[in-house]
């Protein structure tokens, strides 16, 4: 198996009344299911069903990605998530960064989730990079098909950073649809029928850490943590065991009627 290959993995009754929990676990933009492969190993250990696909346009080129549309990724989203409720009593969904909105939009259509994970999900992006995406969409900028990752993969764990099979730039046209399908969630937050836990970087480079707030205030989020090491990539990084701990912690609490949407 690739580092970037899409897994399912599959643990077994974790609230110990012989029904099986399903987890989908859905990656970021540009990335792959590397970025939760650790979450995934962690939560299957603790008795989860796992799934983790490959978005469509992921994992393959540029050109494809930029061919793909924001719907494409809900559909594939919510083809596995339909999938999974074939087989499991109660079903979350959880995504790192374009997989957290892809998690909360899900969750403003589907009221049956059982709980939202939304791991450094953008609403706005930092003001320079704001700048410079928005100039890609119009203008002279216009005519930029791709934009390089000079930084690499916004990750501070250095193994993590090194193995990480995400592209190594950004195709504009593909951006504009990430651009779009920000807004849209950002309406859509106070629809969100289940429990939201909300998990953000206090140094992370890509997703101001203040959209945690706007997130957690507008969807009524049961839980948040800003964890003040991590950078973009929360699910591997350098408090990657922390951030699994609160997932499968919160997913169980949910399960078990433990945790009430703020909403109700």
């Not at 989860?48 to 924001?70: M, N």
């Not at 339909?82 to 079903?91: K, N, Y």
């Not at 690499?152 to 593909?174: F, K, L, M, Q, W």
Request: with cysteine; net charge positive.
């Amino acid at each position: 198996m690739t580092l970037g290959a899409p897994f399912e993995l599959d643990g077994h009754d974790p609230g110990g009344d012989g029904e099986a929990i399903g987890i989908v676990l859905v990656h970021g933009f540009t990335g792959t299911p590397f970025e939760v492969r650790y979450l995934g190993e962690h939560l299957a250990r603790a008795g989860f069903r796992v799934r983790a696909p490959l978005l469509p346009g992921h994992g393959a080129s540029l050109e494809e990605l930029d061919r793909t549309t924001w719907q494409d990724w809900v559909d594939a989203v919510e083809q596995v998530t339909i999938s999974m409720q074939g087989g499991c009593a109660r079903v979350a969904v959880v995504g790192q960064s374009l997989g957290g909105l892809l998690a909360l939009h899900l969750g403003s259509r589907r009221r049956e989730l059982v709980a939202v994970g939304t791991l450094a999900a953008p609403l706005w992006l930092p003001p320079l990079a704001a700048r410079v995406a928005a100039s890609t969409q119009r203008g002279l900028l216009r005519r930029v098909r791709r934009l390089p990752k000079l930084g690499g993969s916004d990750v501070r764990d250095r193994r993590a950073r090194a193995e990480n099979p995400c592209y190594d730039a950004i195709p504009t046209r593909a951006l504009g649809q990430l651009l779009a399908f920000m807004q849209i969630v950002d309406g859509e937050l106070p629809q969100v029928a289940a429990p939201v836990l909300v998990l953000h970087g206090a140094r992370d480079h890509t997703a101001p850490a203040a959209c945690a707030g706007r997130i957690a205030e507008r969807a009524r989020a049961a839980r948040v943590r800003i964890l003040p090491r991590s950078y973009h990539l929360i699910a591997a990084d350098v408090e990657r065991d922390v951030v699994a701990a609160e997932v499968e912690h919160f997913v169980r609490r949910c399960v078990r009627g433990g945790v009430v949407h703020r909403g109700a």
